[in-house]
């Protein structure tokens, strides 16, 4: 066995529950820029991510699942901040760390794919982008079956990039599943069930079919001001 004296331990302790580089403050400050990406706070949200970086891989090592985690936020920031090659780059590294640490189907891996297929779509690489949001789909589908919210973000996000294709028969029929599933899950009042419509009167609106657009959009109106009252963003 290793001896170690008193001084060093207690020295160690304090390091990981006292100052700013302690253990607690790895994890709060990835849920804190976590939140500020949430809020469009992408610089301060990039900050707080490179800050608990740094303090997982001291405390936790380079190949640890909350290291993959931080560099998925950063990758999601830096998409955000239009610097798609950066964002290319953390998501690698986080796929490649998730899939050594926790295989390959669990749902962070989904999220990662799903970060992926945002960026090469803003990046007007819509097949890549179509492939890695299947991929985060057919993860989640497996994992959790064919009603959970994720689904949603999902075919939501597949119907955007067909829309973009003008593909508008397979992007409507991809809509709906995500309609099928808010509406099993939430009911027919939710802002999930909205976004549905919203995308759904999009594909119309494209489709030159003005009155199903409008139909679906009134839809989404109606539910979010009955959710959020008249007064909001959305």
């Known amino acids: 066995f290793i001896e170690f004296k008193s001084e060093q331990v207690s020295q160690s302790f304090h390091r990981l529950i006292s ?16 939140a500020y990406y949430k809020q469009r706070k992408y610089l301060e949200a990039e900050k707080h991510l490179k800050k608990a970086l740094e303090l997982n891989t001291m405390f936790f090592g380079s190949g640890h699942a909350n290291v993959a985690r931080c560099y998925y936020g950063l990758g999601m920031c830096a998409g ?16 490649t760390i998730a899939s ?17 297929g ?13 492939t890695s949001h299947y991929r985060a789909l057919d993860i989640r589908r497996t994992l959790f079956g064919e009603n959970y919210p994720g689904l949603i973000q999902c075919y939501n996000n597949i119907g955007i990039i ?7 028969t397979k992007a409507l029929e991809i809509h709906k599943k995500a ?24 594909v119309y609106m494209y489709q030159q079919c003005p009155v199903e657009a409008l139909e679906h959009h009134m839809q989404a109106l109606q539910i979010r001001k009955k959710c959020f009252g008249k007064v909001h963003p959305r």
């Open 19 to 34: 100052g700013e580089d302690n253990l607690l403050e790895s994890i709060v400050g990835g849920i804190r820029g976590i």
């Open 162 to 168: 067909y829309r973009i294709q003008e593909k508008y």
């Open 118 to 130: 945002v960026i090469y779509r803003n990046d007007g690489k819509y097949e890549m982008a179509l």
């Open 100 to 116: 050594k640490f926790l295989g390959d189907n669990h749902p962070d891996l989904a999220d990662i794919y799903n970060a992926f």
């Open 179 to 202: 309609l099928k599933v808010a509406e099993d899950l939430y009911g027919e009042n939710h802002p999930e069930v909205a976004d549905c419509h919203n995308c759904l009167g999009a």
């Open 80 to 95: 955000a901040l239009g610097r798609n090659t950066k964002a290319i780059e953390y998501e690698n590294l986080a796929l």
